[in-house]
């Protein structure tokens, strides 16, 4: 039994190594794409975004926003114009990447005649977005991190990713002073850096935790509206 428990659970860096090599497989093999074209010092960023996403999304994916059954909203920072983008039609993964593009990792996206990076620069949890006069609006935040002082000084990859999630967090304190959304949770992940990308099914695990009170919470305004609309 024993034997059985360890092959279907390996070590947290067997199971990431393993993950690594699904995605560089689906990168440079299964796309047909090389090193170059996803990664190259000489670019205004590292890696080539829409590239990387595309290999990470499953297959059979919408193409466009108009394909989704529920209507998405995406927002993206103008670099020029200094401004929140919000995008809810048009191609789907170029908005998905420029909505992701971390300055220095990420290469910004050049999408209807502007160029697009990460909008949590902007506005990071976007409940504002939402309709709140006609819909329940829940907020899930992800920009607080869990940071140790262990007595020395940060590296620089740590100060950058660091400084980018106390900025959000500042952001989506002081937006959740002005209003709230109905349900506002922030799960336990903040143990995971930006670039964990290997680790959703480790960062999902995180976040189940708060799965009971979340849907506590959803069928205590469910009953309230029914009792509201019963009255």
Known sequence: MRRYERARNPPLHRRSFTRRQSLLKRLL????????????????AVVEPEILFAALFPEGMAQSFSDLEIPLTIVATDFYRQNEYVMREGPLLSAISASSCLP???????????????GGFVNPTPFDL????????????????????????????????????????????EKVKCARPDIFIEPNVGSFNTMDFFEVEDILAAAAADQDTFKRRIEKIVENQIIEDNN
Do not use: M
């Open 104 to 118: 220095v990792l990420l290469t910004p996206v050049r999408r209807d005649g502007r160029v697009l990076i990460d």
């Open 29 to 44: 093999i299964d796309t047909g794409d090389t090193w170059g074209s996803l990664i190259n010092i000489f670019r205004p």
């Open 130 to 173: 939402l309709d709140k006069a006609r819909y329940f609006t829940v907020a899930i935040d992800v920009t607080g991190t869990d940071v140790e002082d262990i007595g020395e000084i940060p590296g620089s990859f740590e100060t950058w990713a660091g400084s980018f999630s106390i900025t959000q967090s500042s952001i989506v304190a």
